[in-house]
């Protein structure tokens, strides 16, 4: 009877009747497709090539879109439009046995048809335990509690054992279909609801899907788009995969970030992560909803309440760990490209830099150094000067970085290479199935690689650094193809033919395989497979690195790594990866400062002036001014493409770039501020105008702009031969940065002249600024002295904070060896207090020489030093800006005191 069920289906959809047939296991179900609302449907048939009869076969209902809108392919094989095949609203698993708790709750949920699945055998019969973890976050697990399964092994806070006091959400749930609804009390807005589309739990197939409260999304990276993301019917893939950076698309790139920040109408926001590392794809649709559909571990989700962005990315970074503090130095500007070719000409460029002017804190190398692109070698015949090179740097108070990848070479003499014989010898490099070192190709040639999840990695990686250290004393590494990246799919011996290898449903990654550009999905990791722990390979080789360094540097140190996954920036920072020099690139890259900093990684840049291709000098100009605001500022570009470094540009486009460069240096004590802030309070160093601004529903797509913390507004340039640039100003009071001339808004657009020389800055009203006169490296920097600049709100007051320490010395923050210093502005008075009263003083500048009040009204009569009169204070009537002179007065920058104008 199967073929006369099959015929009553195609007739019913020829004849345009309201009903439709399934083929549930051998017996018809029915679908009530002819009310069906094309914004429920949920996709049944997410791979390629969907057909009606495949979508009976797994049960699901067919009909096209009301509309007649056809579906269209995505770059990552995954289609667009309102699915044609989707779920029923009678199938899923039962919840059951519901045992309350402290904590919390847990439940039983049991597959009430087990119908053949297209994905392999069902599970049954699953566990969910959900967890108040704490007033505004809530966890919920849901496992198979008869066998094991991996789950994500990074650094979580454990569950809560007792009762939480009180919690701002209420938890409900449908007993069939299984949902489960997290709901803020204080609106009653529903921030997860699971109670839709088909939840599946297969061994290799794992599906949820849940409503949004608003179409404003962002996050889940790494993928090159704009910042607010696009949810008319698009498939985003994650999965760590080694690919020059293309734009507009899905496909999966250098890391993994399963975590999402929705602003909802109300300008409150809500978060959801997603803690899985195996492949998958993430669905997202204009209902608006989300769809996760992995290949591999539990569901395992946090759900965060906010309610401001702020707060959702505070709540986020608890959960995954805060980022790490890097050294003051890091955040001078940096400069390497691939193809120097020798030392010889690397010292030409830093000594042109210094010649010139130009801003240079540290010098980089690329691969091109190595001695036959083996780590930890450097070649002595066209580097040979390399180590006096470093010497230099050191002198001139700079440091050095160079490039290490993750590939050891397994071709070398036996006893000739220590990278390979000692990981030989203490057994941490990934196996193949037969248990023997997997052997892959980049570089240098045949490969193996370390297995950094092991226990003993840190200790061999520690070794190799140390070792190599005593040959070029470098002060941070640069750790690439950390996909891991392979230029063959799998291994040069092949890879067996399995469920690893061909899961019954592949993500849209791109390629043919999951092991494409990378290694084996079987191969072995310590206590796993690279089928579960791919995507985590650059986050355990950034944990390792960083220990390393610090073991063997003494103090704070960078690691920049291509690829990522959440916890990430407690280890180190990361670049956007092989851009290339054009004007899209320029722009793009904003967003992806910004989502990285909403991922907790707050050191991150792009290749400024873009890696592949050939830059401009105009684009170059423009790109040099945004990248000194990147948080992670570095020139970067590859081998056989133009030089790029600024001094290779005539004026005036050289001068603009020292410009850009010395305004960066001038305004470090603030971005180093940010940094603890990070570091300390989860805060975000760059950050898009709607974190500050969530109501104002003009910032919510704003990528074209950014803001430094809460205070400085940065309108960059990004078409080529334009010399105005339309920004946006919230309602807000704001002061040209460099005039100090203000204007309230009332939440508009301004058309500003940008000529050649200029990234138009703001600074907001209300803010306290803290400047330091800049030189050409942070260390002949930080031995001058500070000056203040106070931006008045419309209610005349500010705040402000500055947070100083050696620079250097690992836990400065947690030892207390540091000065935090906070400004209050109100009744015309600065008021200056050190908060943390430790035995930290600066080595270096020490004093307040100038204090500069934008908005006052007007020319004051009399300007006070606590109880002193200050002579020569001066007005500027057209911009409203009061000088304060304080060089003569000796005032710490440390200390307490005030300064008031009447």
């Not at 119908?115 to 976050?137: A, R, W």
């Not at 031969?721 to 009071?733: G, K, N, Q």
Request: one cysteine or more.
């Amino acid at each position: 009877m199967a073929w006369l069920l099959h015929f009553a289906c195609l007739l019913c959809t020829v004849l345009g009747l309201c009903w439709n047939v399934a083929i549930v296991n051998g017996q018809p179900g029915t679908c009530d497709v002819g009310d069906a609302d094309d914004a429920m449907r949920f996709d049944c048939y997410p791979e390629p090539f969907p057909s009606e009869k495949k979508c009976q076969d797994r049960g699901c209902c067919w009909k096209a879109a009301s509309d007649g809108a056809a579906r269209s392919n995505q770059t990552n094989g995954r289609l667009r439009g309102v699915p044609f095949c989707f779920y029923t609203d009678d199938e899923g698993y039962k919840l059951s046995n519901v045992v309350q708790a402290d904590w919390g709750w847990s439940g039983d949920l049991t597959l009430l048809v087990s119908d053949p699945s297209p994905y392999g055998k069902n599970i049954d019969k699953l566990k969910i335990v959900v967890y108040f973890q704490d007033e505004d976050v809530l966890r919920f697990k849901i496992f198979d509690p008869a066998n094991k399964r991996y789950e994500v092994p990074i650094p979580v806070p454990a569950p809560p054992s007792g009762k939480i006091p009180q919690v701002n959400y209420i938890v409900k749930t449908t007993e069939f279909p299984f949902g489960i609804q997290v709901i803020r009390s204080v609106d009653h807005t529903t921030v997860f609801n699971s109670s839709v589309g088909s939840m599946m739990f297969n061994d290799q197939f794992l599906q949820i899907s849940s409503l949004l409260p608003s179409n404003k999304l962002y996050g889940l990276g790494e993928h090159v788009s704009p910042m607010l993301l696009n949810l008319d019917y698009q498939t985003m893939s994650l999965m760590a995969r080694d690919r020059g950076t293309p734009q507009n698309e899905n496909l999966n790139l250098y890391g993994v970030h399963p975590f999402y920040l929705n602003v909802e109408k109300s300008g409150h926001a809500n978060g959801v992560f997603f803690l899985n590392s195996n492949p998958m794809d993430i669905a997202l649709q204009p209902t608006p909803a989300i769809t996760y559909r992995t290949i591999g571990g539990i569901m395992d989700f946090y759900v965060f309440l906010g309610s401001s962005p702020n707060e959702v990315v505070q709540q986020y970074l608890e959960v995954i760990g805060m980022p790490y503090m890097p050294p003051y130095w890091s955040l001078g500007f940096h400069l390497c490209r691939w193809g120097y070719k020798n030392s010889s000409r690397t010292a030409e460029v830093v000594n042109a830099m210094r010649k010139n002017g130009i801003p240079q804190d540290v010098q980089w190398n690329d691969i091109d150094y190595m001695d036959r692109h083996l780590d930890f070698t450097y070649d002595k015949t066209n580097y040979n000067t390399l180590p006096g090179l470093v010497d230099d740097l050191h002198k001139h108070g700079q440091r050095y970085v160079m490039i290490t990848d993750p590939g050891i070479s397994n071709t070398q003499k036996a006893g000739s290479y220590p990278p390979y014989d000692d990981g030989i010898k203490m057994d941490i490099f990934l196996k193949d199935e037969s248990g023997k070192p997997i052997i892959g190709r980049v570089w240098p040639g045949d490969t193996a690689f370390p297995d950094f999840s092991h226990p003993n990695a840190v200790e061999y990686w520690t070794k190799q650094v140390e070792s190599f250290h005593g040959e070029i004393p470098f002060d941070g590494l640069w750790i690439d193809m950390n996909e891991v990246s392979n230029a063959g799919d799998g291994s040069i011996h092949g890879c067996p033919d399995n469920s690893l290898e061909n899961p019954p449903y592949k993500p849209g990654l791109g390629g043919d395989h999951l092991r494409t550009r990378t290694l084996c999905m079987s191969a072995k990791t310590y206590n796993s497979t690279q089928y579960n722990m791919h995507s985590m390979y650059g986050y355990f080789e950034a944990v390792a690195t960083m220990k390393a360094l610090k073991s063997v540097l003494k103090e704070r140190s960078i690691v920049i790594s291509r690829s990522t996954f959440p916890n990430s920036g407690s280890h180190g920072g990361h670049w956007l990866g092989d851009n290339g020099s054009e004007w899209s690139d320029l722009y793009l890259s904003i967003a992806g400062i910004l989502n990285f900093n909403m991922f907790g990684v707050p050191m991150v840049g792009a290749d400024i002036c873009g890696f592949g291709g050939s830059t401009t000098p105009e684009l170059c100009t423009r790109w040099m001014q945004l990248g000194a605001f990147y948080p992670f500022s570095r020139n970067h570009n590859t081998i056989g493409s133009p030089p790029q470094e600024p001094t290779h540009f005539p004026d005036p486009y050289l001068s603009a770039m020292r410009k850009a460069l010395l305004t960066r240096y001038a305004l470090l004590p603030n971005l180093y501020t940010l940094f603890w802030q990070a570091h300390a309070q989860a805060a975000m160093v760059a950050r898009p105008l709607f974190f500050e601004f969530p109501k104002d529903p003009s910032t919510l797509a704003i990528d074209k702009q950014f803001l430094w913390g809460a205070f400085l507004l940065i309108s960059p340039v990004l078409t080529e031969h334009a010399t105005t640039v339309d920004a946006y100003f919230p309602a807000e009071r704001w002061y040209d940065f460099y005039t100090g001339a203000g204007f309230d808004s009332n939440g508009e657009t301004k058309t500003l002249q940008a000529p050649l020389d200029t990234i138009n800055l703001h600074l907001r009203g209300g803010y306290v600024v803290v400047t330091q006169t800049p030189e050409i490296t942070t260390t002949a920097s930080r031995l001058n002295n500070f000056s203040l600049t106070v931006a008045l709100s419309a209610m005349h007051e500010a705040s402000g904070v500055l947070y100083l320490d050696d620079g250097v010395s690992i836990s400065s923050y947690e030892t207390g060896n540091y000065s935090y210093i906070t400004y209050d502005v109100s009744n015309n008075t600065l008021t200056s207090a050190n908060n943390q009263h430790s035995t930290y003083t600066p080595s270096g500048g020490k004093h307040i020489d100038q204090v500069d009040i934008y908005g006052v009204e007007q020319e004051p009569k009399t300007v006070m030093l606590n109880k002193e009169a200050v002579k020569g204070f001066a007005y500027n009537a057209a911009n409203k800006v009061l000088t304060v002179p304080l060089k003569s007065h000796g005032v710490l920058v440390n200390s307490q005191y005030s300064v008031s104008w009447s």
